[in-house]
C-alpha cells in the first residue's frame, strides 16, 4: 500500500471523525468526487484506511462489508504498534456499490478513524520489490531520517517498516518499491555511512537459502589461527606482518601463507591443541549457526587456516564439513610444509561452487561470509556475500557489509527477528544458555 503513513496528507478528502449524519453526507460527496474522477473506470481503485485501538473483530468487520459490497480486495496491510491498529486495504469498487456509507457507519460504531482515497489505478503492488536492512549499534531517529530520505531521494517509495531486533544490534527492514537495487544502494550509501545498509532484492529465493559458507579466522573465530600457532613457535612477530600483507592484498596468498608454515617447522603436536585452547568464537557465533542449522541450511567451514583448527569446530559447533589447509606433520612435529589442495582466493570460490554443485544449491541460494581479501572472490560468487568486520579493502568492494563485531547480526539481514530466534532456543530442549 504505498505512501502509508502519509496518505491522509495527501488526499483532499478530509478525515472522517464526526457525527453520523455528516459523515453519510460527506460519504455522498466522497462518491461523487470519486465518480468524477474515475468516470469511465468501470471499478473504481480506492485506498481505505482504517485506525484507531486494535481488538479482535475490526479486519474482519471490514472484510465482510466488502464482500457483501462484491468489492475486490488487491492489496491489504495492516500493522498494530502499542494497541494501535493502522489497517489499508487497496479495494476496486464495483459500480453502484454503497461500500462507503457501509464502511463509515462500522467506523463510528467501532470508534475508528476511517479515510477513503481514490488510487489511480490497480497497480500489481508485489513487482520488483528491494529490502533494505539498517543495522547500527542504536539506530536514533536522525539515522533513520537520512535512510527513509536517501530512498526517497531515489525514488522509492517506502511500503513496509519492521523491527527486526534490538540486541545485540538494533536492525530495521523497510521494503521498497519504485527503484532498481543499485540504484537505492548508490543513494544509501553516500547518505549512511554510520550504518550498516544492504539492499537485497525480495524474491523467492531471499526466502530460501540453503548453503552458507564461513571464513574461519577473524570471521567465526576472533583469531588467525596461525598467529597462535606462531606464538608458540616464538615466530608471531615475523608471521604476523605477513599475515597483514597476505590478508590487505599486498602479497600473494598462496606465497605468503608457505612463508608463514615455514616458520612453524620444529613444532609439536601438542602445541596445536595449547593453541586450541586460546581460540576465542565471535560474538554470537553459536547463535548463528544454531538457528542457520534449525533451519535446515548445510553450513560449511572454507579456511585458509588449518584443518587442525576446522576439524575440532565442526565437531564443536555441529557443522556439515569444513575445508581448510593441511599442515604436514612428521614425527610428531610440524615439518613447515602443506599438504595437499591449497586454500587460497580463488580456491574458496572455487570450494563454493563445488559444495553448491555437490549439494544441488543453486549459487542464487547461497551465502558466503568472510572478512579478508582472500574471501572477496567466494563473496562475489555467493547468492549473497556479506563482508563481516572486513578490512577496508573488502568492505570497499563487497555489496554487503556488517561492521559490528556481531556474527548473529547476519540473521537480521536474511529477515530473521530475535524474538524468533529466542523463542526457538526456548522450545528446544538441547539449548542452554
Ligand atoms: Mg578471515
Redesign the pocket.
Known sequence: MSGGLHRATKTNIPSRQLGIDSQVADDAATLAHIDATHATADVRPMLVEVSGRDRPGITTGVLAILHRGAATVEDIEQVVIRGRLTLGFLVGVPPGANLLSDLLVFGWEHDLNIEFEPAPSLPSPHRDAQVVTVLGPELSPGQLERITGAIADAGGNIQRIERLSRYPVWSYEFRVTGVDGPELRKYLVSSASDVDVAVQAEGLYRRVNRLIVF?????LIRNEVIDLLAAEAGTLEEVSAITDDAMAGRIDFEKSLRARVALLEGLDEAAIERAWQNVELTPGARTVIRTLRRLGMTIVLVSGGFTAFTDRLVEELGVDAAHANKLEVRDGKLTGALTGRIIDRAAKAQLLREIAEHREVPLDQTIAV???AN?LDMLDAAGLGVAFCARPLVADVADTTLSLPYLDALLFLLGIRREHIEEADELDPSFES
Open positions: 571464513d574461519v579466522d577473524s570471521t568472510g572478512d579478508g574471501d
